[in-house]
Nanobody
């Protein structure tokens, strides 16, 4: 069973930094990409960043230049470094993975979410 477990959320002051981690476990055929999303109360889930198996990265305009996605292949872990945090960054942050369980069975998995709260 594939599982994604996020960690690293918590309370930060405006202008501060946090780093989120997402560790994937379970047997898969291949990983296509991992990404980060967030959802604030009353809002839709919002795309933040992704990193492909080949290492290509993409960011939402709202976080470009402040957030950085990276990965450690050996640890099956993706990271989201968040700098210059703003109160509006307060949300539950989710890790997502697009992968193949078999060569013909593509799946999407989500972590349970980790709360990030930024105080002004």
């Amino acid at each position: 069973q594939v599982q994604l477990v996020e960690s690293g959320g918590g309370l930060a002051q405006a202008g501060g930094s946090l780093t989120l981690s997402c560790t994937m476990s379970g047997e898969i055929y291949a990983l296509k990409a991992m990404g980060w999303y967030r959802q604030a109360p009353g809002n839709k889930r919002e795309f933040l960043a992704l990193i492909t198996a080949g290492g290509a990265k993409d960011y939402a305009d709202s976080v470009k230049g402040r957030f950085t996605i990276s990965r450690d292949i050996a640890k099956n872990t993706a990271y989201l470094r968040m700098n210059s945090l703003k109160p509006e960054d307060t949300a539950v942050y989710y890790c997502q993975a697009d992968l193949l369980l078999t060569p013909s069975d593509g799946r999407e998995y989500w972590g349970q979410g980790t709360q990030v709260t930024v105080s002004s």
